[in-house]
């Protein structure tokens, strides 16, 4: 019987997702990132530990394994393409292919690798369903129109910026740009922003690329990127609808409003005033 490789980096996600295959009669197995804090939790029998950056080794394991569809979920750190010495001799004939060492390149040049061993990469958004939201403002409290200028700005750069594969997240205020997400990740941009913001309520902006390839890092926001703009005292948080994946979406909104920090899910084909005139409930 053929099974679904949810290859693992640290986080939520692959938990949430395993729990999601089984359900639905899957017989998945963590492939455990090696170079990330992955850790299985109560799914100790499943998991098979794998270094991200051994492609032929991977996809030994797979073959071993029966292994035939694999799941990219969980945070691993965009640096490990600079720093990591611990490439195979596949790896290394892929890399020398790239056009770029961004991590997406590398992801979708070795898809086609494993899909040349019938393995295939699947989307994201599988079993996580439940963490996409359709357009609409989800806290209690009214964004003002000066905010919502802010936003429609800070998106307006924030799909640019994703388009250009440079990242996915700007931090904008009083439509100023204050910071733009690289390689360091979206937790140290919100930090750099809201130094600069001298603390006074800035605005996190997210969005994906346009034909956004589903199989590779999607946008995600959890509650440890609202604990961070809590402390640098972010206003606002705007997401692409659809697009973002909210990780236990019920108790991110929560501390959203306890926090004072406005969350909107954003999507160009609708007005932002239309979107603001009321509290949306959670799907």
């Known amino acids: 019987m053929s099974r679904l490789g949810i290859i693992s980096g640290a986080g939520d996600l692959p938990h949430i997702a395993m729990k999601e295959a089984l359900l639905h009669g899957e017989d998945p197995i963590f492939l455990a990132v090696k170079e990330s804090d992955f850790s299985p939790g109560e ?13 032929g080794g991977l996809i030994k394991t797979c073959k071993k394994n029966n292994i035939n569809r694999l799941i990219l979920l969980g945070k691993v750190n965009k640096d490990i393409i600079l720093k990591s ?36 990469i699947l989307s994201q958004k599988l079993y996580l369903q439940t963490l996409l939201l359709p357009p609409g403002r989800y806290t209690k409290k009214k964004l003002k129109s000066g905010d919502l200028e802010t936003i429609q700005y800070g998106m307006n750069l924030a799909y640019e910026l994703a388009r250009l594969d440079i990242g996915q997240s700007v931090v904008v205020m009083d439509r100023m740009t204050l910071a733009l997400e690289a390689i360091e990740g979206t937790d140290e941009a919100i930090k750099r922003g809201g130094i600069l913001s001298r603390f006074k309520g800035a605005t996190l902006c997210k969005s994906s690329k346009p034909g956004q390839d589903e199989r590779f890092d999607l946008p995600t926001v959890g509650l440890q990127t609202l604990k961070i703009m809590n402390e640098y005292k972010y206003k606002n948080l705007s ?9 236990n979406p019920k108790e991110f909104i929560k501390f959203a409003d306890d926090s004072g920090i406005n969350v909107l899910s954003y999507d160009t084909k609708q007005e932002l005033s239309e979107l603001n005139k009321s509290t949306k409930p959670l799907p």
């Not at 799914?43 to 492609?55: D, Y």
């Not at 611990?86 to 086609?112: C, G, P, R």
């Not at 997401?239 to 990780?247: A, K, N, V």
């Open 239 to 247: 997401i692409q609808s659809g697009e973002t994946l909210i990780i």
């Open 43 to 55: 799914f100790q029998e499943r998991v098979i530990p794998i270094h991200i950056t051994q492609i």
């Open 85 to 120: 010495f611990k490439f195979d001799l596949k790896s290394i004939i892929l890399m020398a292919k790239m056009l770029n060492k961004n991590d997406y390149t590398f992801f979708e040049v070795a898809s086609h690798e494993f899909l040349k061993n019938k393995i295939e």
